[in-house]
Each structure stands twice: as structure tokens, then as C-alpha cells.
């Protein structure tokens, strides 16, 4: 497949001063996205390809290193003197195809480029499946701090129905590999709700998480995306839709028992065990932190300057191969933009957002909210706007109500 090289897209060499005032000041992340996947699972949309999905394109993980490094450079010049990073983010796809080797050539291009910040935290996300002690040893080694598995969940059914494909009791097993091998922080990633699954599954998959001994959680609804294969199966009616109410459910039972096992929810979505092995990275975007996503579909943010690059890992390579950049579209958040994604991040975190952000419109709503339940009364008191157990099942609600 040949691709033609249409104009090149804005640059984000065109940075305004006023998004380059402050750089390093706030926290900053690189973000690393490898669109590698050896299948694709059926609920997932991201932006990865098989290699059949690959074949005749020319893409290749080592074409896709290359341009990385490109990409990295280009980054360095457009910021001028760039921080060193706070925090670095492999994700995907499946980082862990690269194999250990791979990933210390991802974070010495890093290094080369960025440098990092005296310790800072460095993660890549794995597949239980492509992981070994040699390979946490090796990327441990390589200078990674974190590593975040995708487990999903322990049930053989509920497995089957997102097509993943584990060997019973492999995440447990990775994940004690990874603490061995020295690897700092580990966390495991689960789904829930997903169609056919019991209270029992979500229990048995929270019995092996506790097992592992992990520091970190990430659990996510599932949410049925168009185009998926999954989405195809439950138009066809082969499978129920994911039940709202019964997914609220889930998280109830899941929230209690990682709360009562020593793991308190930070982030709608995540919990650790203390503030220590919090995702950092993750902390920077919903704190408005500045990050640059290297790697084709990644986003980038820079003082109020949002870009995202091409989404095929082809033409990612053949436009920084001819020296352009792999930007397809950038936007400049107005300050009433900026402000509503403020409230929108800052809410779903445990430490809420302060009171004094809000215009008094706002404040009247978030008094109301406190009156239902959704907001905890005595932070609201006391200057924060911080989400009650009920009203993190509704955080979006909660955010419309405080947005003009």
C-alpha cells in the first residue's frame, strides 16, 4: 500500500507564547502510545492494529521506533528548552509485544530527548500473556517504576465474552513476577458489568486482585463502543446490553471491598493503597497538567493547546520520515473551556475540586447537590467540593449541574 503525502498539518511549533509561559512549572508527562496488538479484543475501539490489520501498509514495530525518535526530537525543538519529565506513559495496544528490550529503547528515546526528573515514575501497561520474569527484570533494569497489567477479570465467562484471552491465573501470577523482579508500583485493570457477569465473577476476579498483593486498581464500567465487535454481537441480540443500574451495583461491591482490603479510591475509577503509589501520570491530566503524546492517535496538551497526531501507524512514519509533522488537528481551549474541564477532572478526584474555582451560579448548584447526597457536606464546608459514594455514580450528572 503506498500512501501519498497530503500538505503537512499545522505544527505545534505554532505554540503560542502564552501556552509555553509557565512550562515546567506545572507537572509534565510524555506519553508513549504502541498500536501494536497480537488480536483485538472484542469491546475495544482504541487505536491499535493486528498484524493482519497491518499487513501491506509497511508499518513495523521498528518503523514505528524510528519515527518515534523523530517525534521526540521534533518535541524537544518545538518547546524550546523542554522540562525533564515527572512521568513517562507506555501505553497501547500492548507495550509488552515490544518485549523488554524494546521498551528500554522507547525510554532511552525519552531520555535523550526529555531527560527525566529525579524520580520520576516511569509505567507501561502489559498484557499478562506477553510478560515473564525476564522481561520485568528487564524493563525494571531499563529504569521502569510501574507497570499496569490488564487483567480484567478472573472469570473464564466473562473472559470470553470481551475476548481476552488469559491462562487462568496468569495476572496473580505477573504480577508477583513484577514485584519480584523490583518493579515498585503494580496495579491490575478490571472491567465490570460486562454481559453474563455475576456478583460471584466480580468477587472471585476482587479475591485474586487482593491475592496479588497489589498496590493499585483501575476498574472501569464497560462501555459498548460502535464499530466494536462486541457492539455487532449485541445489535444482533447474541448478548444483552450492559445494565446501568446493575453496573452501579458492581462498583458498590467493588469500591467496598477494596476500601475494606486497604485500597481507598482516589479517582472515580482508581484506587491505592496510600498517596505514594497514586498513577502520577494520571494525576497530571486531571490535575491540567502539560503533556506531550508521542505515537500515532496520541494527544497532547501544552498550556491550553490541545493536538492529536494521525491514527495510522504508516502514515504516522512517512510524515515525520519526510520531516513533517504527524499532527492531523490541533484547538486552542478558550478559558471558558478551560475552566469547564477543570471542573469536569478535578471533580472525579478524591481530593474534589476548591469551592473558590466555582462562580456563584455553581456554588448554589453544588450547595443543592450536598442536600441530595452527591456531595459530602463537610468538605463542601470546609472549601472542597469532593463527590459522596452516591455521587460518584452520578459524577456526570453532578458536572452538569455545575457548568453553566
Known amino acids: 500500500m503506498t500512501l501519498e503525502l497530503s500538505p503537512a498539518p499545522p505544527l505545534p511549533a505554532e505554540l503560542p507564547a502564552s501556552a509555553l509561559r509557565g512550562l515546567g512549572e ?55 528548552r523542554p522540562p525533564r519529565a515527572d512521568t513517562v506513559f ?88 513484577a514485584r519480584d523482579s523490583g518493579i515498585d508500583q503494580v496495579s491490575l485493570d478490571l472491567i465490570y458489568g460486562t454481559p453474563g457477569e455475576t456478583d460471584d465473577d466480580l468477587r472471585r476476579s476482587l479475591d485474586e486482585v487482593l491475592a496479588a498483593g497489589v498496590d493499585h486498581v483501575s476498574a472501569y464500567a464497560l462501555i459498548v463502543e460502535d464499530g466494536t465487535a462486541l457492539a455487532r454481537k449485541i445489535r444482533r441480540g447474541e448478548l444483552a446490553a450492559p445494565d446501568d443500574d446493575v453496573s452501579a451495583d458492581r462498583y458498590e461491591l467493588l469500591d467496598g471491598t477494596l476500601r475494606a482490603a486497604g485500597l481507598d479510591w482516589y479517582e472515580v475509577s482508581n484506587w491505592a493503597r496510600s498517596p505514594d503509589t497514586r498513577c502520577r501520570h494520571n494525576l497530571g491530566y486531571w490535575r491540567d497538567g502539560d ?39 490541533r484547538e486552542e481551549l478558550t478559558e471558558p473551556e478551560r475552566y469547564q474541564e477543570r471542573v469536569m477532572l478535578r471533580l472525579r478526584l478524591a481530593e474534589g475540586l476548591p469551592v473558590e474555582m466555582l462562580d456563584a451560579p455553581a456554588r448554589a448548584a453544588a450547595a443543592r447537590a450536598a442536600t441530595d447526597g452527591l456531595l459530602a457536606p463537610d468538605a463542601l464546608t470546609a472549601g472542597r467540593a469532593v463527590l459522596t459514594p452516591q455521587g460518584r455514580l452520578l459524577a456526570d450528572a453532578v458536572v452538569r449541574a455545575l457548568l453553566p
Not at 526529555?114 to 533494569?141: D, H, K, Q, R
Open 26 to 80: 506545572r507537572p509534565f508527562g510524555v506519553y508513549v502510545h504502541v498500536p501494536f496488538c497480537a488480536v483485538r479484543c472484542g469491546y475495544c475501539d482504541f487505536n491499535t492494529y493486528t498484524p493482519s490489520e497491518l499487513a501491506g501498509s509497511g508499518a513495523s514495530p521498528d518503523g514505528w521506533l524510528a519515527a518515534l525518535r523523530a517525534e521526540l526530537e521534533l518535541a524537544a525543538s518545538v518547546l524550546g
Open 90 to 177: 507506555v501505553g497501547g495496544g500492548t507495550p509488552s509485544l515490544l518485549g523488554a528490550a524494546g521498551l528500554a529503547d522507547v525510554l532511552a528515546a525519552v531520555r535523550g530527548t526529555f531527560g527525566l526528573a529525579e524520580g520520576a515514575e516511569v509505567t507501561t501497561e502489559a498484557n499478562p500473556e506477553s510478560t515473564s520474569p525476564e522481561f520485568f527484570a528487564g524493563i525494571a533494569s531499563a529504569g521502569y517504576t510501574r507497570v499496569s497489567l490488564g487483567m480484567q477479570s478472573a472469570a473464564p465467562g466473562v473472559l470470553a465474552v470481551l475476548d481476552r484471552r488469559h491462562t487462568p491465573g496468569r495476572p496473580l501470577a505477573a504480577a508477583r513476577e
Open 291 to 329: 503533556w506531550w503524546g508521542a505515537g500515532p492517535g496520541a494527544h497532547s496538551h501544552v498550556g491550553g493547546v490541545r493536538w492529536w497526531n494521525v491514527k495510522h501507524p504508516a502514515r504516522y512514519a512517512a510524515l515525520l520520515d519526510a520531516g513533517a509533522s504527524p499532527a492531523a488537528g
